[in-house]
């Protein structure tokens, strides 16, 4: 496999070609497991590589690796060891993602996962289940509010901080893990939460949303209440669009601001010293505060170690309409959504990385197509900037469920050059790439279906799947080339 590595905001390979990544979540946020709660097996990589996929975000937990304190869970590490082997051999590469939504599971009785029992200082406080949605334990939970606390001021659990103690994890798996040539990288933690700070933040989002809603121009009250008589509840999630969404969430920014810089990146300099202790493999993953899925502005630096900038390191966003984990989520809003990432695409130029969106989708039934021109529009607009992706999240049977029918897709893998830009076109059936090298070489397309391929190069089958799905590789010259794959049927 190819050491993937980063050149300003594009990933490229040991041959200097520009690489792309497509894959699925794969998560065990189960708590007391002996083993990943799903089969990865010979089975699945084949059918994950014949539908195109090249990366999966293994989303684990520091409860199911450390169970008790100091005794690493040997018994489910193996089965880690058994998916990088089986990754490896099928040219999939795994990004380690240590999970974590509420900070703890607490054991049971909370939709919540990450930290075992023994690094959950809840202050006393005993944990609740939501009435509702999951997400009321970041609003209104204490305990979780003391958890975190006490973990970015990395206090003692017998004699050792709480981030240290996390360090040390991170340094036995790099240890593992670290010379595999499917690592791709390491995920440091999902979707950090501020604690106590994250108080007065929700209290001024609230504030900032009402006031927007009752004297703002762009949202129409008549609006509101005609599809409040009327039930219509499209039309009442669509008033508040794409266009408004910075004008509520920039009242928080100052506030997002402190707690990038005094806490979390602090964070992420702590523990990248601690894997590169260890290997100088592996991209680090930069990920963002939870209420930054919602459009709040992002204010890390980039990782340094030593005062050295990080040589390997990303950005991997995550974001959902705001009616995700409910009922309503097929009345998603793509503009909206899109709006949350272009401030997310913000944080890229200004950290001049590459970009692996580590979350976007969420469906929960992975059978449902009505949503798909919701996410089909995401999907044009992590290409037209050029973004990876890991959709979110494999249930446990979802290769052969209609999901694939939106994620199944045509795109570039590995490209000989600069991209100009790659696009699909849906209604005419019809996929292009443009790109320019100084010299010769190989671009590999990963295509889903049967088509006609055009291109001024020399074409070849590199693998064949079913149903007309292949991995073509393309060899060109130096110039500047394009490539037209028009589909048998639209």
């Known amino acids: 496999m190819d050491k993937i590595i980063t050149n300003g905001m594009s990933f490229t390979d040991s041959d200097g070609r520009t690489r792309y ?20 097996d010979e089975e699945f990589f084949k059918k994950y590589v014949s539908k195109g996929f090249n ?87 204490k305990w979780v509010h003391n ?49 106590s700070d994250a108080k007065p933040m929700i209290k001024r989002l609230v504030r900032s949303a009402l006031k927007e809603v009752v004297f703002g121009k762009k949202i129409k009250l008549g609006t509101i209440f005609s599809a409040l008589l009327k039930k219509d509840m ?28 005094e806490k979390y990146s602090p964070f992420l300099n702590k523990i990248t010293a601690a894997i590169r202790e260890i290997t100088p493999n592996g991209i680090i993953m930069i990920e963002q505060s939870f209420l930054c899925n919602g459009g709040v502005s992002q204010f890390v630096p980039p ?10 390191q990303c950005f991997g966003p995550h974001s959902y309409d705001m009616t995700v984990d409910t009922p309503l989520y097929k009345y998603a809003n793509a503009d909206r959504v899109k709006a949350f990432f272009g401030e997310m695409r913000n944080t890229q ?9 580590g979350e976007w989708g969420g469906c929960s039934d992975n059978n449902d ?58 209604t005419n059936g019809c996929f292009t790439l443009d790109f320019h090298s100084d010299s010769a070489g190989e671009s590999l397309i990963y295509v889903h279906k049967a088509a006609e391929i055009n291109c001024d190069g020399e074409i070849r089958t590199v693998e064949e799947y079913s149903d007309g799905a292949k991995l073509v590789g393309i060899r060109t010259s130096a110039g500047t080339h394009r490539a037209e794959i028009r589909f048998n049927e639209v």
């Open 55 to 141: 990366l999966i975000r293994l989303a684990v937990t520091w409860e199911n690796i450390e169970p008790e304190i100091e005794k690493y869970n040997e018994s489910y590490l193996k089965s880690i060891d058994d998916i990088f082997l089986l990754a490896e051999k099928y040219g999939v590469y795994i990004l380690i993602d240590m999970h974590q939504d509420l900070y703890s599971g607490y054991g049971g009785g909370t939709p919540g996962d990450g930290a075992p029992l023994w690094a959950s200082l809840t202050g006393g406080v005993s944990p609740k289940p939501p009435k509702y949605v999951w997400i009321e334990g970041y609003v209104f939970g």
């Open 234 to 261: 499209p039309k009442l999630l669509d008033s508040i669009g794409g266009n408004v969404v910075r004008d509520i969430m920039e009242k928080i920014d100052s506030l997002a601001e402190k707690f990038d810089l």
């Open 349 to 357: 130029k200004r950290l001049n990385v590459p970009v692996v969106v």
């Open 21 to 40: 990544f497509s894959g699925i979540n794969t998560d065990d946020k189960l708590i007391g497991q002996k083993s990943f709660r799903y089969n990865l």
């Open 303 to 312: 990782i340094t170690v030593n005062g050295i900038r990080e040589p390997l």
């Open 147 to 195: 958890c975190f606390d006490h973990f970015w001021n990395n206090d003692p659990v017998n004699g050792r901080g709480l981030q240290d103690r996390y360090a040390d994890m991170w340094q036995m798996l790099a240890k593992r893990y670290g010379d595999s040539p499917a690592l791709f990288g390491f995920d440091l933690m999902n979707e950090p939460f501020p604690g």
């Open 369 to 426: 197509t009505s949503w798909f021109g919701h996410a089909n529009e995401l999907l044009d607009y992590f290409d037209e900037n050029q973004w990876s992706q890991t959709y979110w999240a494999y249930h446990g049977d979802d290769l052969d469920s209609n999901l694939m029918q939106m994620l199944c897709r045509t795109y570039p893998v590995a490209v000989s050059g600069e991209v100009d830009g790659y696009h699909t076109d849906r």
